[in-house]
């Protein structure tokens, strides 16, 4: 059985670590400014969407991976604005993420902490005021499962190869 390698994507333009960099940088500000929207700040909700689909735009890897995973994280960020009883939407984000950079399906267990960590939000926090507590450790823990997808990926018999 031959193990994972990242696969190193051919791109047209751009420097992959640079699209990598970019393309991180603006799906995680997109959510962040869909997630600054209120009554008084409406234009967050046109223009965090906006950043967040450039960013999957940006992303290097098979166009089709980040096509299909555009709509539903889109979704996702957008159902994270509802309050703390949405928190489990982190877990398609993650998923989403896991999907585009090609992970195999043994780093898709990474997503299981991410749904716990739901039902445990979802139980503690009861206000909508409380919403900051739920997106801050969705989005820690949304990284950290991130992190461990890909330690998953890159796991073989016993030893680590260096990507």
């Known amino acids: 059985m031959t193990s994972w390698i990242d696969p190193t994507p051919r791109v047209r333009w751009g420097d992959v670590r640079w699209r990598y960099a970019v393309g991180l940088v603006t799906i995680v500000l997109g959510a962040a400014l869909t997630n600054l929207t209120s009554t008084y700040s409406l234009w967050f909700l046109l223009v965090g969407p906006c950043v ?5 735009l940006i992303l290097p890897g098979a166009l089709w991976r ?4 555009v709509l539903p994280c889109l979704v996702a960020a957008l159902v994270l604005v509802a309050g703390p009883d949405f928190v ?21 267990l990474a997503v299981l902490p991410v749904i716990v960590l739901s039902f445990v ?3 503690a926090l009861n ?11 969705g989005g820690v823990a949304t990284v950290a499962c991130a992190w461990l997808g890909w330690a998953l990926a890159v ?3 016993g030893a680590r190869r260096r990507l």
């Open 66 to 69: 980040r096509l299909l995973v």
């Open 88 to 108: 489990g939407a982190f877990a398609m984000l993650l998923g989403g993420w896991l999907f585009a950079r090609h992970r195999p399906a043994r780093s898709y």
């Open 155 to 157: 796991r073989r018999t």
């Open 127 to 137: 206000e909508y005021g409380q919403n900051w507590v739920g997106l801050l450790s």
């Open 52 to 56: 967040q689909l450039l960013g999957w």
């Open 121 to 123: 939000l979802k139980g």
